[in-house]
């Protein structure tokens, strides 16, 4: 399997560093090893998605380890559900700077195919760069990374065994495109309590998330509740937590400034886990 060229959906076949599509669209691979199928109409800004400053804070704070509970109930969530002998076709839908996507495909041994997309060129950059690291010392591993839409997947239909979404939006009717017959959602949402004590700090009332709501076309599997505290130990961490989020430039500003100041703070963090399937599979 391959990308899809963005025009047509033609499949991409690789000439050196060149993508192209029977019907001759073109697109060069950067040197990172990422490839650029993010259309012009696609793009909601000059520059969309995160910026360098957010994902360097993300970087900094998911690579330090405080969200290691989550990586491991998205492993085992992933685990459960493929064939690890078989291998498997994985997708990141708002892959970031793909730390999730790199935990998850390194559990399962080098067993599997892995797409990472995210409309950030500056997030894809780094995930490709970590992703060629992360291949270089597990064998028979592949990563795989564009700058593109959720909304229109670059990749043939029926092809994917789990898709992935931590947090990202995305469109539920082309991860139903995309994937194989038996292939899941694994989905990840704020629940009411996450980052409950960042966001007190910032604002006079405190708004709770309300839990996800229901996915036209999948039913769900499994659910978990994922809570667990994150001790922030310097400002540095706490920095990084808070510029990673819309937290960073919402709520009231005197107290954005005093909250870095803080030398720890303790934080709530607070998940929903899905495990969604296509509501075909469950009326077979």
């Not at 700077?97 to 080098?110: D, H, N, P, R, T």
Request: aromatic share 8%.
């Amino acid at each position: 399997m391959s990308w899809c060229c963005p025009k047509c959906m033609e499949p991409l076949i690789q000439q050196d560093k060149i993508f192209r599509c029977a019907q001759n669209h073109q697109y060069d691979q950067a040197r990172q090893g990422y490839l650029n199928l993010l259309l012009a109409n696609q793009k909601n800004s000059r520059n969309p998605g995160d910026s360098d400053t957010m994902i360097d804070a993300r970087k900094a704070f998911l690579r330090a380890g405080f969200y290691a509970p989550l990586v491991e109930a998205l492993q085992q969530a992933v685990c459960a559900n493929v064939n690890k002998s078989a291998g498997c076709q994985l997708l990141d839908l708002g892959c970031g700077e793909g730390y999730y996507l790199e935990k998850i495909v390194a559990s399962l041994g080098g067993s599997a195919t892995a797409y990472g997309v995210d409309i950030s060129k500056p997030a894809v950059r780094r995930a490709a760069v970590a992703g060629r690291q992360l291949q270089a010392k597990c064998e028979g591993l592949a990563l795989f990374y564009a700058v593109a839409s959720t909304y229109a997947i670059p990749l043939e239909d029926n092809c994917i065994d789990i898709a992935l979404n931590v947090f990202a939006p995305f469109d539920g009717q082309e991860v139903l495109r995309v994937l194989r017959r038996g292939g899941l959602l694994v989905r990840v949402s704020p629940a009411e309590r996450h980052l409950f004590q960042l966001k007190e700090k910032l604002y006079a009332e405190v708004r709770q998330h309300e839990k996800p709501a229901a996915l036209n076309g999948f039913s769900i599997r499994t659910e978990q509740r994922l809570q667990f505290l994150i001790k922030l130990p310097n400002a540095a961490a706490i920095e990084s937590l808070l510029a990673m989020t819309p937290l960073a430039w919402n709520g009231d500003p005197e107290a954005r400034v005093a909250l870095v100041g803080y030398e720890e703070l303790s934080v709530e963090a607070d998940f929903y886990i899905q495990v969604l399937e296509p509501e075909e599979m469950c009326q077979q």
